[in-house]
Every structure is written in structure tokens, then in C-alpha cells.
């Protein structure tokens, strides 16, 4: 890092500096630098400068880097760290004394005003030719950089050359040919060197040599005959690459503008990583059978590539992840019976597709494969698919036909999730496994048939669908959350093969009407048809112990419930809001119209029964034992309350019950907190319990009317009394 900074009295004109000396640098190692108001940068000291971030160029001149001009580096600097003058704007100059050893191409990024190198004399590392700055380092010679304003199209570059410094011709715009010596050697020359020479039509090799030579401008490894680079600006439309061509190089071709299409020779196996990434003009591609390898993001971004045919044959090809990712005038795609798609996000976002057949012999379609193609319209995969990875086909939101083929096994977390205009689709028996969320959203999705292979039905797998009827097959043990969320689902039938309904399965299921479990399931958990709206009956098994938090909360219309006498528990606002709920039956015990509680329940959760006006009469049963607040809060229609012996606590258990006329308290209430809202200074309302008892003092110490246990009228009288117990 930069040491903080000691000003010295430098001049007037003085604008920056400050010490730039490495902090793991020898002890005697101490670099400073001071900037003028004209420009002038010097480096003076000892040792190397700081290491310096690409992405965030931490100099500490960088608020007045576009003062720099000319830079001097004085005698008894060793290194100028990579990136340390990147994007000068203004930089036209750099002198380079003779005791530093380390300057890299990178050094001087972006800097479109430089025009020239000096080096001072006894430099043994460092000199100038024509202009651009050249290393030497026990016999082996680099060209390093080329100054990015250096006038002229043409340049030679030196003879006795065996290396090209990566980035030496970075942003060299105006450079139109280049010619490169014979004795460059293996690994030389790089495509990197030239792709951010926007105007480069020509790199000629002045003579064949051992490791490269040229033809028509485009450079070829003489080793092993690849292709290694094609000039950005080269103006042919159509290219034949050379007979005999094996490969091409990673990103040979990239930014190329003007091709437009490119002949493959018949010995040609591999297209390597990036080879035509950017051709934005390229739009007609044939694969020839002998290709065995596409490298991935091959064709990245080909904007205007229409025309994509993979020749027939028997040779496996491997399709590398992203080969055609962003290929938007692609229309139309058949994925070849010898393909395997090797990786992910192979035709993302390639937005102009509309239809994509996959022969019968691919095996696997990888994670994101298709996704976001916001076209495509017709899929047709076959049953030698197995596999269908996460996201394969997510938001392709125009999606209407979809054909499965018997042999697909899984389909994976959101494979088809927000393809908004799919309107069916029926899973093979073949498919063991639909992940996640994969059919979340597809908003038009009416039908759907389930696959007799499958056990689970996934979380949020038809969440947000417009699936209205489904038959749950008896192989399906496990109904997870989120299952059929939001749906307009009107019926359905659980079959006793089902032991997990998960939470939220049914949640936000307003059209939902008609609910059969045969399952023998133990528990409901949290929210499982909260917010069914238009279910009015429900009878839940007998081994049902557990109803969780909010179960059924706001079924606006539910009536009737049936349950087990042995439930145990009822969770917070498991009920709350079901406005219309009048008959809460115990199975096999209880006839219609009663409001009865299981005799085995334990646990009654806060607000379990809030909102429901239709309770005129309950009793707690003697279990209770966890007794939460204002579990019947706001029941307006309740008259008449009894606490079963045994029940030991109320904690403003009926909050808002303002039309209560008696609650029977037994022996064994022993604390009552919070507000029953029952009116402290009545004089008519009656507490109903044992003399002498907890219950007989709580009354006495707040001055409310208490009575022993007597025979009450069943006829509720109309005047509203009230008993409020602080």
C-alpha cells in the first residue's frame, strides 16, 4: 500500500506528492513522486513503487491524473508497478533511466496520448526502436509496448523478435498491418495482442518459421497448424479457412466485424473457447462432422447468426457451456443426436429463438441451457434426455408447446418456472423427480399430468399456475410446501398414500371448494389453506393430533370441521378469521350445530379462534394447559363460557368477546391476567364458581357479583351484561 503522504517544498506548481515505496521492499527501499500543475510527473528514490489495483487504480494522484504529461523516472528506480499510469488521458511521454528492470506493457493502459519511449543509455533491460519500447534479457528479445498515439497504419516490428508482450499493441487503433519476424517463438504471438486494435486487417509473418507463418493476413501456429489469429478489421465478408486447419484457437476470431460467414475445412475437430465470441456480423455457421469439440462461449454474442447446422455424423460432439449464449438472430435449432452439452447456459438469452428440436440421443439438458430465450415458442425433447437441469428453460415466457419424452428421470429446481404462455404439460411416467419450482409462475398453465413414477410434489411446484384440477396418483407419499400455492385449484382429493402435506400447500387457493383427505396424516401444518376462501366442509383424519399456525386462516366461508377427539394441539390464529365457522364436531361424538373442543387438547394458541361471531357457547376442555392470549379475541356471538376443571390459567383469552353473559370458573383457575372484557362495575353479570376458591377472592377484591354453580336458563337473555377480570 501507499505510505501516508509527507509534502515536501516541491514549488508552488506542485499538486500532488507523496512516497509510493513498497512496504514489503528492502529496508533502503523509498519512492517518492510529485506532479506539476503543467504536467511534469518525476519519480525519484530508490527501490519499486506499490502495487497497484486494476479495477480500482488506487494511486494517489488519481484525482489529478489528467494533469499527467510527462513522465521521468529517475536513476535508482528499479520498478514501476503494472497499471500505474492506466487511463492518462493526457500522457504523451516516458523517460526510463538505466537502473529499472521491471516496466510492463499493462503499465500504460488506456492511454491514448502517449507517442513516446526514451530509455536512458546503460539500460541492460529496456531500449527504443522506431519509436515503441523493446526488452532484452540474456539473449531473449521483446517488443513490450507500442505507444497508443503513434502515428501510421504499418508497423514492423524488429527483427531478432521472439516475444510479443501481452498488451504491447493494447488500443492501437490506427494500426492497419503488422508485421511480425520469422523467429518469433512458441507462444509468441497471442490473439490477445491485437483484439483491441479496432482498424487491424493484416498480420503477416515476414517468413514462415518453426512455430508460425501466415496467409492472407491470418496467422497460423506452423506446429501444430491451428489457426491462432484473425485481424479484427479484415474486410472479407466470407473466410475459407485453410484445408488441413485441425483447430482454431481460443478467441482467433473475436470482434471480428466483417465476417459475415466462415467455411470450415473438412479436417477441422475443434472450435476453441471464444473463437468467434463478439462476430457481430456473422450469420451463417456449418459445423462439419468432423468437429468434436465447440469450446464454450464459441460463439458469444453473435448477434446476427441466423443460420446454425451441425452436419450429420458419428462422431460425439462435446458443446462447451455458453457456446451460443446471446445469439439473437438465431430462429430455429436442432441439437444433434451426437452432441452432449457439456455445459451450462449454452443458448441463454439468445433472444431471437423460436424453436428448438434435440435429437434422440442427447442425454442431458445442463442448467440454464435455454434461459431467458423470451422467444422461443416449440421444444421438443426426447425420451434420451434424462436430465433436465435447473433453470433450463426459465423465462422462456413465450413458451406454448412442450413435448416430454418417455426416459426424462428429473427436471430440475425452476426448469420451466415464469413460462408464462405454457398452457399444458403431462410429465412422463418415466420422471422420478421434479425439483423446486419447476412450473413456479407459468401463469396460462391449465393442465397437468402427473407422472405415475413420481413420490413428491415439490415445493412451489405449481405456485402461481392456473391449474384448476389435478389428480394426485396413489405413488405420491409427499406434498410439500408451497405445492399448489395461489392456484385456481376447485377440488382435490389427497389420496391415503400421502403422509407429508407440507405448509402453505393450498395457501392462497380462493377458488378452492372441495378438499377429500384420505391420508393419514398426523399433523396441518402452518398455512396449509389459509386464505381458502371458498372452502365451506372439512373433515381432517382421526390421528390428526396437530393443527399448526394460521392452518385456515381467513377461510372466510368454512362451516364445518371435523376432527379427532385426540387432537392435542391448535395453533396460533389457526382459525382466526373464519367468520363463518359454526360447527367444530368431534368425529364419531358430536352431531351437527356444536362447537365442541377435543377432549385431549393441550395447547389452544394466541388468537386460535379470533374473529369467529358464530360461537354462542364453548367450553375449555380440563387439558388445556397452555392457554394463549386472546384465543377467541373478537368472537362477538359467544354468551356463554365454561373452564373445565383443570384448566388452570386465563390470559386475556376473550379479548373483544363483548356479548359474554357468564363464564363458569372451575377450582382449579388459579391466575387470571390480562382482560377478559367482561365490565368491572356490573352489577347484574355473574362469575360461576366454588365458594371460597381462587375465584370467589379474584371477584370479591375487584367487586364483581359471584354466585356458586347453579342450573342456568337456556334461554339467553337480550340485555348484554359484561365482567371484566384485571
Given amino acids: 500500500t501507499y505510505k501516508n503522504v509527507t509534502m515536501e517544498v516541491l514549488g508552488a506548481d506542485v499538486v500532488s506528492a507523496g512516497a509510493i515505496y513498497y512496504s514489503s521492499s528492502s529496508t533502503g ?5 510529485y506532479l506539476t500543475e503543467s504536467g511534469d510527473f518525476k519519480i525519484y528514490g530508490k527501490g519499486s513503487s506499490a502495487p497497484v489495483s486494476y479495477e480500482k487504480q488506487d494511486v494517489p494522484w488519481k484525482n489529478h491524473i489528467s494533469l499527467v504529461k510527462n513522465v521521468v523516472i529517475e536513476e535508482g528506480i528499479e520498478t514501476i508497478s503494472a497499471y500505474c499510469f492506466k487511463s492518462s488521458p493526457n500522457l504523451e511521454s516516458i523517460s526510463i533511466p538505466s537502473t529499472l528492470s521491471g516496466f510492463g506493457a499493462n503499465t500504460t493502459y488506456d492511454c491514448p496520448s502517449l507517442k513516446t519511449f526514451t530509455v536512458a543509455e546503460g539500460n541492460g533491460f529496456y531500449f527504443v526502436w522506431d519509436g515503441v519500447l523493446y526488452a532484452q534479457n540474456g539473449g531473449i528479445y521483446g517488443c513490450i509496448r507500442y505507444p497508443e498515439a503513434k502515428e501510421g497504419t504499418y508497423y514492423r516490428v524488429r527483427d531478432g523478435i521472439s516475444q510479443i508482450a501481452d498488451g504491447c499493441f493494447y488500443n492501437c487503433d490506427d494500426l492497419v498491418t503488422v508485421d511480425l519476424p520469422k523467429r518469433l517463438g512458441t507462444g509468441g504471438v497471442k490473439v490477445a495482442n491485437f483484439t483491441t486494435c479496432d482498424s487491424i486487417e493484416a498480420i503477416n509473418i515476414v517468413e514462415d518459421g518453426l512455430d508460425f507463418y501466415s496467409r492472407d493476413g491470418v496467422v497460423y501456429n506452423a506446429r501444430t497448424k491451428e489457426l491462432v489469429i484473425y485481424p479484427n478489421n479484415k474486410k472479407d465478408e466470407v473466410f475459407n479457412i485453410l484445408a488441413g486447419t485441425p483447430a482454431i484457437f481460443a478467441s482467433a476470431f473475436t470482434g471480428a466485424k466483417n465476417l459475415k460467414q466462415v467455411v470450415f475445412p473438412s479436417s477441422l ?26 469450446g464454450s462461449s464459441a460463439f458469444l454474442g453473435c448477434k446476427s447468426l441466423k443460420n446454425l447446422t451441425f452436419e450429420d455424423g ?34 441463454e438469452k439468445s433472444l431471437g429463438l423460436k424453436k428448438v428440436i434435440i435429437e434422440d440421443g442427447v442425454t442431458a439438458i445442463p442448467k440454464r441451457t435455454f434461459y431467458e430465450c423470451a422467444n422461443l415458442e416449440t421444444v421438443i425433447i426426447p425420451g434420451s434426455v434424462e436430465t433436465i437441469g435447473m433453470q433450463a428453460f426459465f423465462k422462456c415466457q413465450k413458451l406454448k408447446n412442450l413435448t416430454l419424452g418417455n426416459g426424462i428421470k428429473t427436471i430440475g429446481n425452476a426448469a420451466f418456472a415464469w413460462c408464462a ?10 420422471v422420478t423427480t421434479v425439483e423446486n419450482e419447476a412450473f413456479f409462475n407459468c401463469t396460462a398453465l391449465e393442465n397437468f399430468t402427473l407422472s405415475s413414477g413420481m413420490s413428491t410434489i415439490s415445493n412451489s411446484m405449481f405456485e402461481g399456475t392456473s391449474v384448476k384440477n389435478v389428480v394426485i396418483p396413489a405413488n405420491i407419499t409427499n406434498i410439500s410446501y408451497f405445492a399448489f400455492k395461489g392456484t385456481p385449484i376447485e377440488t382435490i382429493t389427497i389420496p391415503q398414500t400421502v403422509t407429508y402435506l407440507g405448509g402453505s400447500a393450498f ?26 376462501s371458498a372452502l365451506t366442509d372439512i373433515v381432517l383424519p382421526d390421528i390428526v393430533t396437530i393443527i399448526d399456525s394460521e392452518a385456515f386462516y381467513g377461510c372466510t366461508n368454512l362451516t364445518k ?22 360447527e367444530f364436531k368431534i368425529i364419531g361424538k358430536t352431531i351437527g350445530g356444536d362447537f365442541v373442543l377435543p377432549t385431549e387438547l393441550t395447547s389452544l394458541g394466541e388468537k386460535a379462534f379470533a374473529g369467529i361471531n358464530p360461537i354462542k357457547k364453548i367450553t375449555i376442555p380440563a387439558k388445556v394447559t397452555i392457554f394463549d392470549a386472546s384465543a377467541f379475541a373478537d368472537c362477538g356471538g359467544i354468551r356463554e363460557v365454561t373452564l373445565e376443571n383443570g384448566v388452570s390459567t386465563i390470559k386475556n383469552t376473550f379479548a373483544g368477546c363483548e356479548n359474554i353473559l357468564y363464564i363458569y370458573m372451575p377450582e382449579s383457575l388459579s391466575s ?47 340485555k348484554t351484561q359484561f365482567l371484566k377480570l384485571l
Avoid at 460425439?316 to 457439456?342: H, N, Q, W
Avoid at 372441495?514 to 393419514?520: D, F, T, Y
Avoid at 390464529?573 to 365457522?581: D, K
Avoid at 366454588?690 to 370479591?700: L, R, T
Fill in 29 to 33: 527501499s523509498r519512492v517518492k513522486y
Fill in 269 to 294: 475437430t475443434k472450435i476453441g473457447a471464444v473463437a468467434f465470441g463478439n462476430c457481430l456480423a456473422l450469420e451463417t455457421v456449418t459445423i462439419p462432422a468432423t468437429v468434436t469439440e465447440i
Fill in 314 to 347: 458419428t462422431n460425439a460432439l462435446k458443446i462447451g457451456g455458453s457456446a451460443f449464449i446471446y445469439c439473437d438472430g438465431l430462429e430455429e435449432v436442432t441439437i444433434p443426436k451426437r452432441a452432449t452439452l457439456a455445459g451450462e447456459m449454452t443458448f
Fill in 421 to 430: 404462455e405454457l398452457p399444458q404439460v403431462t410429465i412422463p411416467d418415466s
Fill in 507 to 532: 395457501e392462497n387457493c380462493a377458488n378452492l371448494e372441495s378438499v377429500n383427505i384420505e391420508a393419514s396424516l398426523g399433523r396441518i401444518y402452518s398455512k396449509t389453506f389459509k386464505n381458502c
Fill in 561 to 582: 370441521l371435523s376432527v379427532s377427539d385426540g387432537m392435542t394441539t391448535i395453533g396460533a390464529s389457526a382459525f382466526e378469521g373464519c367468520t363463518n365457522l359454526a
Fill in 672 to 718: 387470571i391476567t390480562g382482560d377478559v372484557n367482561l365490565v368491572p362495575d356490573s352489577t347484574d353479570t355473574t362469575i360461576v364458581g366454588k365458594e371460597y376458591s381462587y375465584v370467589y377472592y379474584h371477584a370479591n377484591r375487584k367487586g364483581l357479583k359471584f354466585s356458586k354453580p347453579m342450573k342456568i336458563s337456556s334461554v339467553i337473555p337480550e
